[in-house]
């Protein structure tokens, strides 16, 4: 039962490098998201794709990039860290458009520096 | 562990004791509603979900209500236990794109 996984769990880095989170899924799923997750907020969502080589952007895109080149994969990456950026992030996925649960990885919590 | 969540509503409830955790979501139009439970750690869990078209559903031990007149979600926990100790957050969907809603959430403390 693999599901969704996220790696690394954890990852501390310093203002101004490049990061990449990795997000993996094995169900087929179409849609994958990505949100963060701070405190006082709910998650808010970052990008997301509806299947291979389409992506679009959610409520905070600024400061990440995202590509989809395989169904199963959906990376995030920062360009250039800020601590603005520091929170836990979640990868979803769901198997079909809205009025379908997402299927959450257990995040990646990252600390800038 | 986790650090989100440490300014949540909490609710505490003695094991055996039935829960109720309550949100109101803020757009007449969404028409699909989930609850997700998050544990320490971990990412959220899908528990239960309604549609706009029904007003209660069941699930073990769970159950959601859904009061579109007042904009009002409740989830229910019978019998409660020590292992639904986490925080549980409802979410919106609207009716278009991918984008839910994610209410902040509410911490549930089981008491022995």
């Known amino acids: 039962d693999a599901g969704i996984t996220q790696s690394p769990r954890y990852k501390i880095t310093e203002t101004g490098r490049q990061v990449t989170l990795m997000c993996h899924q094995t169900?087929?799923?179409?849609?994958m998201f990505w949100y963060r997750q701070d405190l006082g907020h709910g998650l808010r969502l970052i990008y997301y794709?509806?299947?291979?080589?389409?992506?679009d952007k959610g409520e905070v895109p600024d400061g990440y990039v995202v590509s989809r080149s395989k169904t199963e994969n959906f990376p995030l990456t920062l360009e250039s860290a800020t601590r603005s950026q520091t929170s836990v992030y979640f990868c979803?996925?769901?198997?079909?458009?809205?009025?379908?649960?997402?299927?959450f990885g257990d995040g990646t919590r990252l600390s800038i520096l | 562990g986790e650090s989100v969540g440490l300014h949540l509503p909490t609710l505490s409830v003695q094991e055996g004791d039935n829960s109720i955790i309550n949100c109101a979501y803020s757009n007449s139009a969404s028409d699909y509603f989930i609850w997700y439970k998050q544990e320490s750690g971990k990412g959220p869990q899908f528990i239960i979900d309604?549609?706009?078209?029904?007003d209660k559903r069941q699930g073990q031990r769970v159950t959601v209500l859904l009061n579109k007149t007042v904009k009002h979600l409740s989830l229910q926990i019978a019998a409660t236990q020590p292992g639904d100790s986490a925080v549980y957050f409802c979410a919106e969907n609207r009716n278009y794109g991918q984008n839910f809603v994610f209410g902040p959430g509410t911490r549930l403390s089981v008491l022995p």
């Open positions: 169900w087929s799923h179409s849609y």
């Open positions: 979803a996925s769901s198997p079909g458009p809205s009025n379908q649960p997402q299927h």
């Open positions: 309604i549609r706009s078209n029904m």
């Open positions: 794709s509806a299947a291979a080589d389409i992506t």
